[in-house]
């Protein structure tokens, strides 16, 4: 089996080459970029299988880079940043990340989390067979075979996580979960107190499927207890 090719972005040369070698230890195939420039041109001549991106970086940073790949590819993101507070971790996860680990951090949690994005959005993408894998309610389709997502026919960009969190709940439609469940079973990784990961996907998620995420049709949330596709 072929091994992923992963694209690491950071303007700190120590940091990209130590990633790299880490990286290259578990046999993946790495590209490495300085600026977010360098990683729109890398990403528009070949295709990628994650990205570990730098959020403070010249030229384009991060946050911009990232909303520029998320107009033509669903790839991982993992995004690193110095920056610890709440508000940058949302910004970065709303934007269209799919993970967040701040500076300094241990290279072997980042290969954890690597692998698990990797998993992930290998087993999103997985061929099934069997028209019992397309999904329907009112408008929304989802075809799980292709790993897409449609409203009146018209095909909804997910990440893979907002794809994720939609599929885990709509397969288990009125069941509520978690939200340290859905962060167990979707990002494949223990859940740590006051993490808010999975309330900002769930927001992005609803602001891309329902007609007013503040009224939902399709994601509910259920006040102290977690969240829940359709109503009872």
């Given at each position: ?9 950071d303007?700190e ?18 590209i490495?970029?300085g600026?977010?420039l360098?990683?729109?041109?890398v990403?528009?001549e070949?295709e ?23 107009k033509?590819?669903?790839v991982?993101?993992?995004m ?5 507070e ?15 680990l701040a ?7 980042l290969?954890?989390r ?9 087993k999103?993408?997985a ?26 026919g ?8 907002e ?5 885990l ?9 978690k ?5 167990e ?13 999975v ?5 992005k998620?609803?602001e ?9 049709l ?6 102290g ?5 359709g109503?009872?």
């Amino acid at each position: 089996m072929e091994q992923a090719k992963i694209l690491v972005v950071d303007d700190e040369k120590e940091i990209r080459d130590l990633v790299g070698i880490y990286l290259r230890n578990e046999g993946y195939e790495v590209i490495l970029a300085g600026t977010g420039l360098e990683a729109l041109k890398v990403i528009g001549e070949q295709e990628v299988d994650l990205i570990v991106l730098d959020v403070m970086m010249p030229e384009v940073n991060g946050i911009d880079a990232c909303m520029e790949i998320r107009k033509n590819s669903n790839v991982p993101i993992i995004m690193l940043s110095a920056k610890t507070e709440d508000i940058d971790k949302i910004m970065g996860l709303s934007v269209g990340a799919d993970d967040y680990l701040a500076k300094p951090f241990n290279p072997l949690e980042l290969i954890a989390r690597v692998k698990a994005q990797l998993r992930r959005f290998t087993k999103l993408n997985a061929f099934s067979k069997g028209k019992e894998n397309i999904l329907e309610e009112d408008e929304l389709t989802m075809d799980l075979e292709a790993g897409k997502v449609y409203k009146s026919g018209i095909e909804i960009p997910l990440t893979p996580t907002e794809y994720g969190i939609l599929k885990l709940l709509w397969v288990n439609k009125g069941i509520t979960f978690k939200t340290e469940t859905i962060y167990e079973r979707v990002w494949g990784q223990p859940y740590f107190e006051n993490n808010n990961t999975v309330m900002v996907h769930i927001r992005k998620l609803r602001e891309k499927i329902e007609e007013n995420p503040r009224d939902p049709l399709y994601v509910f949330t259920v006040w102290g207890v977690g969240y829940k596709f359709g109503i009872d």
